[in-house]
Structures are given as C-alpha cells and as structure tokens.
C-alpha cells in the first residue's frame, strides 16, 4: 500500500453566504422575529448579525432584556457557524424554561 496523505482542505469561508443561511436557520427556528437591526425575542432584540470583512460578527444576549449584556462571536469558518448556532438554540432554549 502507498502512503497517501488527504490534506483536503476545506472551502474557503464566504460570509455573504454564511450570513444568509444564517438568517434562513433562525428564521427556521420560528422562536425569533427579523427586525430592523438584528433578532428579537417577544420584544426585546437578543441577536445582531454584521458582515466584518472577511468574517461575521455577531451580538448574542446573555439573556433577553430591554438592554441586554452582549456576547460578541466572530464567525470564520462553517465550524464556527455551526458551534454559534448549537450555543443559540441551548439559549433559546434556557431563555424559554426560565419564563
């Protein structure tokens, strides 16, 4: 047998793309409601999505309130995407069972 190695590198990350099927997830999650600036829950915003160059940057609320505390995460990779949207669904989740 050869000893072949895989490097396969993963795609490069497009945040134009990652943004909007971003906001196709949390629109699939039918709990969050798109407004002007970022995601609300009930009233009050707890999501602020932003393209940043290369990357996206978004705002979570530690939890909803009428000004919340922000946790900032830049995204860089779908790895990235995919970690931020398990941490976004154990939130709503949390947010939820504390009402």
């Given at each position: 047998?050869?000893?072949?190695?895989?490097d396969i590198a993963p795609?490069?990350?497009?945040?134009?793309?990652?943004?909007?099927t971003l906001k196709r997830w949390l629109r699939d999650q039918r709990v969050l409601a798109e407004r002007g600036?970022?995601?609300?829950?009930?009233?009050?915003?707890?999501?602020?999505?932003?393209p940043d160059g290369e990357a996206l940057k978004l705002h979570l609320a530690k939890r909803p309130a009428r000004t919340p505390e922000w946790d900032v995460f830049t995204l860089r990779s779908a790895l990235d995407t995919r970690k931020l949207q398990?941490?976004?669904k154990r939130r709503l989740t949390r947010w939820k069972d504390e009402e």
């Open positions: 047998m050869s000893e072949e190695t895989w795609p490069p990350f497009d945040a134009g793309q990652a943004l909007l600036e970022g995601w609300c829950l009930g009233a009050d915003l707890v999501l602020k999505l932003a398990d941490e976004i």
